[in-house]
């Protein structure tokens, strides 16, 4: 088995090679297909976090490329035409194709890092390495058997050979022997911290209303977008950390600082913020209604928690006595505002629920995740959920249209959850007949804002004078 391994490294390398060394039989190729396996086996273990899963189809998905390599041997038989090739191509193939394949599992933890920080094409690069390097071999082994001067038999034999090696992979979900049990990692009794119940919902009317009282008020004549955060879930930081930045990045990007307010439920923050509950949402939009331009202004509202599968947003702060948000009761909220034009974005799992009763075509309704499937991202050590850092933090820094963000964001997060091998979490969007041309106002007067902004900065830089907004 080693001097075949030896023979097939010098394929992958393309050293001189002498096929007349590699030897054949059912036990030389059982044992390359078991080196295989070991050495997936192990990478899956060590390259995956605790607490770890065993899956018995990792085994299956092992057999199934072996089936296909063994086919492989016997089509290409019939392509060139060499009928001992059915029984020689799968040796030499898994011994030569060891090399490639282990280079890229020893570089793709590197790879699947530099993908989750937004460096997708060094992931590709690598990928196209391999599939390119596979192609490669596959035409050495396919000259090696004195078939050198068919160069269009071999190359149409190299590219089936990567066809049916890569190309099962986009639509086949292949198992690893490992993955992390998640939900082996969320099922701990967090220890509850001491919160005065009684003082805090005492205190949330008068919180509510110093937090409204620096809301500047819109004017007639110009599309202001006002924004109102909600983390539902008080347990577990990232659902508040996710509405204070992108509050900051709102304030920052779209001119919503004298505009914008957040509901948080967090142990660090129940002094200075009102709580995320259905009460305060109703009572703080009725508010900044009041602030607002009904016919003219936007509301941007975004909801971040865990959820039900019966369509609730999980409302909850330790010994707190707080009720879950359904779908229905933030329809009722928001069909009773006299604000028209509204951009929802809902972050938790099977949030898609929320969108029949929150459609309406003056508004534009975004969720993390279809009706039945479950979101990602919103572990304990987790800064971002997968949703929230792919829209807000990636996608709105490229454009400034909601729903091309929303596009951008789709596709980023599909990708991140088929490098983690998960079930697609499918976001959705319902686009309201009427809001776009709205939201293409707005967007046209925040460029004009942007622009006459920065003529003044140069103005003023020109006469010599200090930028103060710098």
């Known amino acids: 088995m080693f001097g075949n391994l030896l023979q097939g490294a010098k394929i992958a390398l393309f050293l001189k090679?002498?096929?007349?060394?590699?030897?054949?039989?059912?036990?030389?190729?059982w044992l390359i297909a078991l080196l295989t396996a070991s050495v997936a086996f192990a990478f899956d273990y060590f390259q995956t976090d605790e607490p770890r899963m065993f899956y018995w189809e990792g085994f299956t998905s092992e057999a199934f490329h072996l089936l296909i390599v063994v086919l492989l041997g016997y089509l290409l038989s019939l392509v060139v035409k060499q009928p001992l090739l059915q029984f020689r191509f799968p040796t030499l193939f898994l011994n030569a194709g060891f090399w490639p394949w282990l280079f890229y599992k020893l570089i793709q933890p590197v790879l699947l890092e530099a993908y989750a920080e937004g460096l997708d094409h060094y992931f590709w690069i690598g990928y196209g390495v391999l599939v390119g390097w596979t192609l490669a071999i596959t035409w050495r082994i396919l000259s090696s058997f004195g078939t050198a001067m068919l160069w269009?038999?071999?190359g149409i034999g190299a590219v089936l050979t990567c066809l049916l090696i890569f190309m099962p992979g986009f639509w086949i979900y292949f198992y690893p022997y490992w993955s992390t049990d998640y939900q082996a990692a969320e099922d701990f009794e967090p220890q509850a911290p001491e919160l005065d119940a009684e003082k805090i919902l005492s205190e949330q009317t008068l919180m509510l209303d110093g937090s409204l009282a620096d809301i500047q008020a819109s004017k007639p004549g110009k599309v202001d977008l006002f924004w109102l955060?909600?983390?539902g879930w008080g347990e577990q930081n990232v659902f508040a950390n996710e509405v204070k930045r992108f509050q900051e990045l709102f304030d920052r990007q779209f001119g919503t600082s004298r505009q914008s307010i957040k509901l948080i439920n967090n142990p660090e923050t129940v002094a200075e913020t009102p709580l995320a509950t259905g009460t305060n949402l109703r009572r703080a939009l009725s508010l900044l209604a009041g602030k607002m331009q009904p016919e003219e202004d936007i509301l941007f509202l975004f909801l971040t928690s865990h959820g039900t599968e019966d369509h609730y947003l999980a409302t909850t702060l330790y010994n707190l006595p707080l009720n879950d948000l359904g779908a229905d009761t933030l329809a009722e909220i928001l069909h009773e505002l006299p604000v028209r034009h509204k951009v929802i974005v809902v972050s938790a799992c099977y949030s898609g629920g929320f969108i029949p009763v929150l459609k309406d075509p003056n508004h534009l309704v975004i969720t993390a995740a279809h009706a039945k499937r479950t979101s990602f991202g919103c572990s304990d050590d987790?800064?971002?959920?997968?949703?929230g850092r792919?829209?807000?933090?990636e996608a709105l820094r490229q454009t400034k249209n909601f729903v091309e963000?929303?596009?951008?964001?789709?596709?980023?997060?599909?990708?991140?959850?088929?490098?983690?091998?998960?079930?697609?979490?499918?976001?959705?969007?319902?686009?309201?007949?009427?809001?776009?041309?709205?939201?293409?106002e707005w967007q046209n007067s925040l460029s004009n804002h942007i622009r006459m902004a920065q003529d003044a900065t140069d103005i003023e830089l020109q006469q010599g004078g200090s930028c103060t907004t710098c």
């Not at 987790?382 to 949703?387: G, K």
Request: glycine fraction near 4%.
């Open 152 to 154: 269009l038999r071999n």
């Open 390 to 393: 792919a829209y807000f933090l």
């Open 405 to 440: 963000a929303f596009d951008l964001a789709k596709s980023t997060v599909q990708v991140w959850e088929e490098q983690q091998e998960f079930v697609h979490s499918d976001p959705q969007i319902a686009i309201g007949s009427e809001i776009e041309l709205k939201l293409l």
């Open 229 to 231: 955060g909600y983390a």
């Open 17 to 29: 090679l002498d096929v007349s060394k590699f030897r054949y039989s059912p036990a030389l190729f």
């Open 382 to 387: 987790a800064e971002f959920t997968y949703f």
